[in-house]
């Protein structure tokens, strides 16, 4: 499985890039190759993309989030966990 990194410094308040990032659904008007982003609940999420004319999608699951954790947001990637069963 590939890892794809990318980092950018904005220079806003902490608390409002984490409100603009936990909008997932916007992440396609930004992100090259994502197509959608679709919110299953609270801590779900289904993730679609089309890199080198390769289309997949996968579930992730937000295990780190919150006012606590506004420096960091974590998703986990679902695909494993159902290889495993």
Do not use: C
């Not at 890039?17 to 801590?43: C, H, I």
């Amino acid at each position: 499985m590939s890892t794809i990194e990318q980092s950018i410094d904005v220079e806003v308040p902490v608390r409002t890039a984490y409100n603009q990032w936990t909008q997932f659904e916007e992440f396609p008007k930004f992100m090259d190759g994502v197509v959608e982003v679709r919110q299953l609940s609270d801590t779900r999420l289904l993730w679609r993309s089309e890199i080198g004319g390769v289309d997949e999608s996968w579930e992730a699951e937000i295990d780190r989030a919150g006012p606590r954790h506004a420096d960091r947001l974590a998703q986990r990637d679902r695909r494993q966990e159902r290889r495993a069963s």
